[in-house]
């Protein structure tokens, strides 16, 4: 992860012991490979994946925000983002965007144009879900958020990376991947047992970032909404 959105002594002593000093990965999970090639093949195999859940904190220019979104191969996704400026919901169901955000993320959305103007937007978009194409110009940043290529793209390049003791995430064993960075220490979980995917990742540094992969091949949920709680961006003008 080399940006925000990528985004054990113990252990070592306890191995250095068992195994009288002989080094604690020349045997162990992912032996024949090195610790960059594990991450490559980590990102890889998730990247294969039908469907995914990414959650976590993130900081944007500043700012601390939280996501979860579930988001399928196809392009489909469902999940809610939510930070300092408000938060919104978002679901992208073949080639449409709905997103029901709240009011205080339309207020700093709209901050600069006339109070009236802004109050009757806010009163008529905040808590509905607002319908667009996503091929439509103020759709494509969010539509982006849907696209499993794009979510994993910061973290294709992890040369450096170091093996490091064999942890857990969520019950799973995962072996820890560290590589330094120009922003801080890059942190990758990955699975040693069944596929090799990526489980956690995060970052140290001025943005930090803490993100995990849970829900793999599991369908989303993105049936789109009805009915007069949608709002149709093309009727507005």
């Known amino acids: ?3 925000a959105h990528r985004f054990t002594a113990t252990a070592a002593l306890a ?15 992912f032996a024949d490979l090195s ?3 594990v991450a490559d093949k980590s990102v890889d195999t ?12 993130i900081w944007d ?17 469902r999940g809610t983002i939510a ?9 992208r169901s073949g080639e449409l965007v709905f997103i029901k955000a709240d009011e205080p993320f339309y207020r700093s959305q709209m901050k600069d144009m006339p109070k009236d103007e802004a109050d009757a937007a806010v009163t008529m978009l905040a808590g509905h879900w607002l319908k667009s194409k996503a091929s439509d110009a103020d759709s494509k940043e969010l539509a982006s958020l849907c696209d499993l290529d794009e979510l994993l793209k910061d973290f294709d390049d992890s040369k450096g990376a170091e093996k490091g003791e064999v942890t857990s995430v969520d019950g799973r064993k995962a072996l820890t991947l560290t590589t330094k960075t ?10 040693t047992e069944g596929k090799p995917y990526l489980l956690k990742a995060s970052i140290t540094g ?13 369908p989303v949920n993105v049936e789109a909404p009805t009915g007069k709680d949608v709002v149709d961006a093309d009727q507005l003008g």
């Open 46 to 57: 998730l990247r294969g994946a039908a469907s995914l859940t990414v959650s976590g904190k």
């Open 15 to 29: 191995c250095a012991a068992a195994l009288g000093l002989t080094g604690c990965f020349g045997s162990g999970p």
């Open 61 to 77: 220019e500043g700012k601390p925000m939280e996501l979860n979104m579930a988001v399928s191969k196809s392009g489909d996704c």
């Open 1 to 3: 992860m080399r940006t």
């Open 206 to 218: 001025k943005e930090p970032a803490e993100v995990s992969f849970s829900g793999i091949d599991k």
């Open 182 to 191: 120009d922003e801080g220490t890059e942190t990758l979980l990955v699975a």
């Open 35 to 37: 610790g960059s090639e």
């Open 83 to 91: 930070g300092q400026e408000g938060s919104f919901e978002l679901i």
